[in-house]
């Protein structure tokens, strides 16, 4: 069971008169991030690859960023991890040299339940190398993918396919190890968002065998920075796009310009915290965990099972919730273990931005629109209409909080 007395304390932003449950779209700081950015900043604020020791302390503890970044994904190797201004950003750099290997009437898969950075690059890229774009719809009523239809999509026979971990905008979790099978059964490589699903629960890269997966350390308690896993020979056969001097081999081939070294301290602190989290609340993890994972691995896996199992108690509070309230609608899973805690709804009557704003007046940050995700608003109807009201909690919210959620949402949806 979290301690969340001892976890809320490690986020000093939370000691605002403030409810924050608009974390899908950004989580608050750990403590150790702040650390890790201020101490860059006093400490060893330095470009790359000089000599003297200011820019190799820089330098070390980049690596030291990205070893640990490769451990919270279970990446084989540090050089798998890129580091980039953000989620999109690297997905357009991505999709640029996976393009360059495309050929007139081959295939991209895409789908419906995906935040628009992992359509769009795709999209571009098809239209610039005459690429058939092949849609993937969801369940409007369960907001669930289609998963015959994803199959029918791989009888085609396609270059990539490119899926979201967990849904920004419903909060849907993929089956992603099975759709990852079913597209390299058809050939097909595989780009996985798992921005909405990082702060949410465990992810091992080789057990997915995914080709490439990309977060966001801004939505897991880090500065704002992207992240990207890729398979270490993959990114060395593409071509990059990139200056002369820069490297030649990856990850740095795909690291235009000067990094954000400071960002990079920053994620290493969040996943320093990550470690006191598993060190403190892993502990009935870990017979279940240490045959598998070992180290600082093991630890991190801990940690991300420790919240994912509160966080699946928020689940069925919220569901009860907003099963209980006339007036609400509800999109996405009904089933605690088919999402992460974000959850988006309409009050009839009222629109999207209005409701927000009455939470807003009320103490409780959330998010009104479309989210990015404009597929999905576009596909359930209500994009002319101003979208969804969605709400996300992570494992710092409390009950208390989800209870005066459910005050002020009761009150909007009798007025």
């Keep these: 069971m979290l301690d969340l007395t001892a976890i809320r304390s490690h986020f000093p932003a939370l000691a605002a008169d403030t409810i924050f449950l608009d974390n899908p779209g950004g989580t608050q700081v750990c403590q150790q991030s702040i650390d890790r950015l201020t101490e860059y900043y006093l400490e060893r604020n330095a470009n790359h690859g000089g000599a003297y020791p200011t820019s190799a302390s820089s330098d070390a503890s980049v690596d030291e960023a990205r070893a640990a970044m490769a451990d919270f994904l279970h990446a084989a190797s540090p050089n798998e991890i890129v580091f980039g201004m953000n989620m999109t950003t690297l997905t357009y750099t991505i999709s640029r040299a996976l ?12 789908t419906k339940l995906d935040h628009d ?84 629960g465990p992810i091992d890269v080789q057990d997915l065998d995914c080709d490439f997966l990309v977060c966001s350390a801004y939505k897991f308690f880090g500065p704002h920075l992207g992240i990207l896993y890729g398979k270490y020979d993959l990114m060395d056969s593409l071509t990059a796009y990139r200056v002369r ?13 000067t990094g954000s070294f400071e960002a990079m301290n920053g994620v290493l602190g969040t996943l320093e915290y990550f470690e006191w989290l598993g060190k403190s609340f892993g502990l009935e993890h870990i017979e279940m965990l240490s045959g598998k994972y070992s180290g600082r691995a093991l630890t991190y896996k801990k940690a991300m099972h420790a919240l994912r199992a509160y966080e699946h108690e928020m689940n069925s509070r919220f569901l009860q919730i907003f099963d209980s309230i006339p007036n609400v609608t509800l999109y996405g899973p009904w089933q605690v273990e088919d999402r992460v805690a974000t959850f988006s709804f309409q009050v009839a009557g009222k629109p999207s931005r209005q409701a927000a704003e009455e939470f807003g007046k009320a103490g409780i940050n959330l998010w009104d629109g479309n989210f990015y995700a404009l597929a999905v608003t576009q596909h359930l109807g209500v994009e002319e209409t101003g979208g969804l009201v969605r709400v996300g909690a992570v494992h710092y919210n409390t009950f208390d909080e989800i209870e005066k959620f459910a005050e002020v949402l009761k009150s909007i949806a009798a007025s």
């Design 117 to 200: 950075a992992n359509i769009s690059p795709w999209l571009q890229a098809a239209e610039d190398r005459g690429c058939k774009v092949r849609w993937v719809n969801f369940d409007r009523q369960t907001g669930m993918l289609d998963l015959d239809d994803f199959q029918a999509a791989m009888q085609e026979k396609p270059r990539l396919a490119a899926f979201g971990y967990a849904s920004n905008a419903l909060g849907t979790i993929n089956p992603a190890k099975k759709l990852v099978k079913m597209a390299h059964a058809a050939g097909a490589l595989v780009y996985i968002d798992a921005v909405q699903y990082a702060p949410h």
């Design 245 to 257: 001097p820069a490297p030649s081999t990856p990850p740095g081939k795909f690291e235009t310009g």
């Design 99 to 110: 393009a360059r290997t495309f050929q007139p009437g081959d295939t991209i898969v895409v």
